[in-house]
Nanobody, 123 residues
């Protein structure tokens, strides 16, 4: 089985930066694809960024392209999300996820989830 634990969330001013981390344990074959998702109150969960662990290819939502960077250390853990130039609309609970199905920003493509870390950006 796979366990994912996020950390690094907090409160920052607009324009600031945060670095989220996701520590993963369990079988690596169960986490070929990893991603970051977020969910704000009253909104659906949306994909933010994904990485294909076998070759390091990345995929970003248009809303964060150029501001966020997904990366991972050796052994596919920890997974990181470097967030720069944060905006109030980035405020959400951020989740780390892992899966084996496909390289995707769709939540249904992932099998394992962390419990989330809150990011709050004030204007």
């Amino acid at each position: 089985q796979v366990q994912l634990v996020e950390s690094g969330g907090g409160s920052v001013q607009a324009g600031g930066s945060l670095r989220l981390s996701c520590t993963a344990s369990g079988y690596t074959y169960s986490r070929e694809y990893m991603g970051w998702f977020r969910q704000a109150p009253g909104k659906e969960r949306e994909g933010v960024a994904a990485i294909y662990s076998n070759n390091g290819n990345t995929y970003y939502a248009d809303s964060v392209e150029g501001r966020f960077t997904i990366s991972q250390d050796n052994a596919r853990t920890p997974l990181y999300l470097q967030m720069n130039s944060l905006k109030p609309e980035d405020t959400a609970m951020y989740y780390c996820a892992a899966g084996i199905h496909q390289f995707s920003l769709a939540p249904e493509s992932y099998n394992y989830w962390g419990r989330g870390t809150q990011v709050t950006v004030s204007s």
